[in-house]
């Protein structure tokens, strides 16, 4: 799975944390506010700010299909795309 950014308009692929499982830190709330995930990323734990469509509790496994900013991330449930 390839994720596609936009920066400043244009798309531009990025490989760095799609695909990456993590578990949320803080809740999402869906479209209403951005939670909190740690995924391991270049031979570290980062967190980063998640936005998922639906709200998704503290402790949900999930995993990166998007990325919005170099902090901010696209998540679903792991068991959505059959890692949960």
Do not use: F
Request: charged residues 25%.
């Amino acid at each position: 799975m390839i994720a596609v950014r936009e920066t400043r308009g244009r798309k531009m692929p990025d490989l760095s944390a799609v695909g990456r499982a993590g578990v949320l830190t803080v809740a999402t709330r869906g479209t209403e506010g951005a939670g909190e995930v740690q995924v391991s990323l270049r031979g570290a734990t980062e967190t980063l700010l998640a936005w998922s469509a639906e709200p998704l509790a503290r402790g949900t496994h999930v995993v990166v299909v998007g990325v919005v900013s170099s902090r901010t991330v696209r998540v679903v449930r792991a068991d959505e795309v059959g890692l949960g």
